[in-house]
């Protein structure tokens, strides 16, 4: 409580002695209450819309924003340390070596050498975790950087964590821990997350995981994993899992057809892109708009 106090006479000390070095003679009264009166509403004005000592003309006072921490020398002599002992170690690097030094450099502040050395990971065929996309996408974001960070968020983090899930629950389930394995809804989703990403081969191993799982793929499995293919630009395997879709007894609808013509449309094939249009009328498929203009 004194520190209290004490605190609060040090912030008054200074508007205290700016009032009272202010204070001087009164003026004579000329206009008698009506002077008085309009004295008191320029102090009442003045109390309501000013800090207490603050002359007129005074701006009001913004806080400023919060300053990041600055990097300190130590962090980029680690991260230096580090990039030069996953070198030393070449082809044998594993991956704690790899997560360490992507840790390091996200320390250090170093956005482009945690991307730079998560594609060398991934390169050489060690395979990143959770964590070390994470660091990526934290030290694009302390960067500045929110738009690439949310580009790894989309195109690696929320795949992965939804592959992740799936994993844990059938595993689960296969131990005799009494859940239940993932249902071709979550399979789905997995499927969708990867195909949002432009991920094919990792959209078929979701797709393979589904087959494993005794599970019979629909619509929408058929549609993200074509989907996906589109997005990667290979609308030539888009259009082979169209085909395969219908050996597997499902039906492609408008979605189906409509992202295999925009595939090919954004691969400048435009004949390939009136060949599937065709084909979709000959099935019994009715072209929406979108179908039309990616055509066009």
Not at 53 to 80: F, I, K, M, N, Y
Not at 120 to 131: F, G, I, K, Q, T
Not at 146 to 175: F, G, N, Y
């Amino acid at each position: 409580m004194l520190r209290h106090l004490l605190l609060t006479a040090l912030l008054l000390a200074p508007s205290c002695a700016a009032l009272a070095g202010k204070r001087g003679p009164r003026p004579p009264r000329s206009g008698g209450a009506k002077s008085k009166n309009s004295n008191r509403g320029a102090v009442a004005r003045r109390t309501v819309d000013e800090p207490l000592g603050a002359p007129a003309s005074t701006p009001a006072t913004t806080v400023p924003p919060p300053v990041r921490p600055p990097v300190t020398a130590l962090a980029r002599e680690h991260a230096a340390a580090a990039e030069a002992a996953l070198r030393a170690l070449g082809d044998a690097a594993d991956a704690e070596a790899y997560a360490s030094t992507i840790a390091a450099h996200a320390e250090a502040g170093c956005a482009d050498d945690c991307q730079r050395t998560l594609r060398a990971m991934r390169r050489a065929n060690v395979a990143p975790s959770l964590e070390c996309y994470a660091h990526v996408v934290a030290a694009l974001s302390a960067a500045g950087r929110p738009a690439e960070a949310a580009r790894w968020l989309r195109r690696v983090v929320q795949p992965e964590i939804s592959q992740l899930v799936v994993q844990r629950k059938d595993e689960k389930a296969a131990a005799g821990g009494g859940g239940k394995s993932a249902s071709l809804e979550e399979h789905n989703r997995v499927l969708s997350a990867y195909a949002a990403a432009g991920r094919p081969a990792e959209a078929q191993e979701a797709m393979r995981a589904i087959a494993e799982a005794g599970l019979t793929p629909d619509r929408v499995s058929f549609n993200c994993l074509i989907a996906a293919h589109a997005a990667a630009g290979a609308p030539g395997r888009a259009a082979a899992w169209l085909q395969r879709a219908a050996e597997w007894g499902v039906r492609p609808d408008v979605v189906s057809y409509t992202t295999v013509i925009g595939g090919f449309a954004r691969a400048a094939q435009p004949a390939k892109a009136t060949e599937v249009l065709a084909q979709m009328g000959e099935a019994g498929v009715t072209p929406n708009v979108h179908s039309y203009s990616a055509v066009v």
